[in-house]
């Protein structure tokens, strides 16, 4: 087999890192600082939603959102974007990268907005178009995540590759702690302006009329930072893989790289004898895809999902933690404003500590460990902390060793991003030929966020207490927090196991890894 690669793709593979690397990366990365925005800000405000909808003057303690309501506040944008991630995935093979960019940022825009503003202020009308918008500005986020990952893979060099992909998920993290922020910001100026006394004191005045802003402002906030890249999304030229591999227009595909590299590239005659190869056209569901790509996309799909049960199921924990150690008092010692506000200073605690630093980590070594040592290293540690929480569980929760608590917990989410949370993203980027990458990318991609609905709901009835008596209204009893984090130590560890399917792509050109420079002699 002789190897051979357009010369387009080799002067992408061999380029300096550049400015427009840089560029490429915070446009691809704002969807996901949405994404994380949009999933992270619906935490903050849930509380207060309860408060001011659900309010029963009667009730010792402060309204809160019935366990369905909850759920699908919860849970319908993670499954809006499993859909999204399908279809658009499958999409941006079929139209190309860019047409298909732009549809999901406007949708993204507008919905974020669109969840802000609600029918009537009737509970049922204001949760109805909550939820609606909410999945459909998940389906948008969805299609981000093939799309800017394969788009940042393909522009790429081959040296670099992994920490240019890793950092636009790392904008995750940012949009975390923008959600925190912009929380914090908006619970203080409210609270400055419009006292309230607590809930013990008063209970209807404990949340006063203007508090309905705060969750509005928070979450239509996520559209800005949208908006302001949608001109340079437009601006970005079609990938030169897509344009050259997919498209077969290689003429175009060396032209838009010239104004990108800014160097003088030339076409070679026989290039285009290569990209006419009938090998190269098998589909997705062909024997030849089977033979070829079957067990990696099996590692990257089971990887994903089992990484996800575990990475959702987390959020269920940390209001459970937060009142252990004392970070958030009891409900009815806050009034509305002051509840918005120390969600927001315990989530950003935590973000700061573990969640962000996780991220760069992965930026900073994945071109050096390479990808399949960093995602079997995460399982492992979070197998081991895992463990290491639920079995002296009991020892755990009593006050005097909170901190080892939150020791333990931020560490796990430290190794799951310096780890699988970001591997599993990276390499379906990576492994797949150019005509089938974004699809298979959106089907690893929507198996993790099936993983997702999982670790978010599964584990929300199983975190339960057994005893009756204990249990959250409106909840049956479970199996409790010791034997759920037990559960999630055996899921990492069969994740780790997963890995073992997934090939490395350190240092490889995205044409080696697919087979798509193989040629006769």
Not at 323 to 342: L, R
């Amino acid at each position: 087999m002789a190897e051979e690669q357009l010369g387009v793709l080799k002067a992408l593979d061999v380029a300096k890192t550049q400015l427009y690397h840089f560029t490429a990366i915070v446009i691809a990365g704002m969807g996901f600082f949405t994404d994380a925005y949009d999933l992270f800000c619906v935490s903050l405000v849930t509380k207060l939603l309860g408060r001011i909808y659900y309010f029963n003057p009667l009730s010792e303690k402060p309204g809160s959102l019935p366990p369905h309501v909850a759920a699908a506040v919860n849970g319908v944008a993670l499954c809006g974007t499993l859909a999204g991630q399908l279809f658009f995935g499958w999409l941006g093979d079929k139209l190309g990268r860019k047409k298909v960019y732009g549809v999901t940022l406007i949708m993204m825009i507008l919905c974020s907005v669109a969840s802000g503003l609600s029918f009537g202020n009737k509970a049922k009308g204001v949760m109805t178009t909550l939820c609606f918008f909410r999945f459909w500005l998940g389906f948008g986020i969805g299609g981000d995540y093939p799309l800017s990952a394969t788009i940042m893979s393909e522009y790429a060099n081959k040296k670099t590759r992994g920490a240019f992909i890793a950092a636009v998920f790392a904008m995750q993290g940012i949009g975390i702690l923008a959600g925190g922020f912009v929380g914090l910001a908006v619970s203080s100026i409210f609270d400055k302006k419009f006292p309230s006394p607590i809930y013990a004191v008063d209970r209807a005045l404990s949340t006063p009329p203007q508090a309905d802003y705060i969750w509005r402002i928070i979450v239509m906030f996520g559209a800005l930072p949208a908006a302001l890249t949608y001109y340079w999304r437009m601006k970005m030229p079609e990938t030169a893989r897509y344009t050259a591999l997919v498209a077969k227009n290689l003429k175009q595909a060396t032209q838009d790289m010239s104004k990108v590299l800014q160097v003088e590239l030339e076409m070679e005659e026989r290039e285009e004898d290569i990209l006419k190869d009938p090998r190269l056209n098998y589909g997705l569901f062909s024997k030849e895809f089977l033979r070829r790509h079957g067990l990696p996309l099996l590692g990257c799909t089971t990887t994903w999902f089992l990484l996800d049960i575990a990475f959702y199921s987390q959020n269920l924990f940390q209001k459970d933690i937060f009142s252990a150690i004392g970070w958030i008092p009891k409900a009815s010692t806050m009034n509305a404003v002051h509840e918005v506000f120390k969600i927001a200073r315990a989530q950003t605690l935590i973000a700061l500590c573990s969640t962000v630093p996780g991220y760069w980590f992965t930026v900073a070594f994945i071109d050096i460990m390479g990808r399949f040592a960093i995602q079997l290293m995460g399982f492992f540690m979070m197998t081991v902390f895992m463990f290491a929480i639920a079995f002296p569980y009991d020892h755990w929760i009593k006050p005097d060793n909170r901190i080892g608590f939150v020791v333990m917990y931020s560490l796990t989410f430290f190794f799951a991003n310096f780890g699988p949370n970001a591997t599993t993203f990276i390499v379906p980027a990576e492994i797949f030929p150019a005509r089938l990458r974004s699809t298979c990318h959106g089907i690893s991609a929507a198996t993790g966020k099936a993983g997702a609905i999982v670790g978010a709901f599964g584990f929300l009835y199983a975190a339960q207490p057994q005893d009756k008596t204990k249990t959250d209204a409106g909840y049956p009893p479970g199996i409790g927090v010791k034997n759920s984090l037990i559960m999630l130590g055996v899921i990492n560890f069969v994740g780790m196991l997963f890995t073992f399917l997934v090939p490395e792509p350190k240092g490889k050109s995205l044409e080696e890894l697919s087979g798509e420079t193989e040629a006769e002699k």
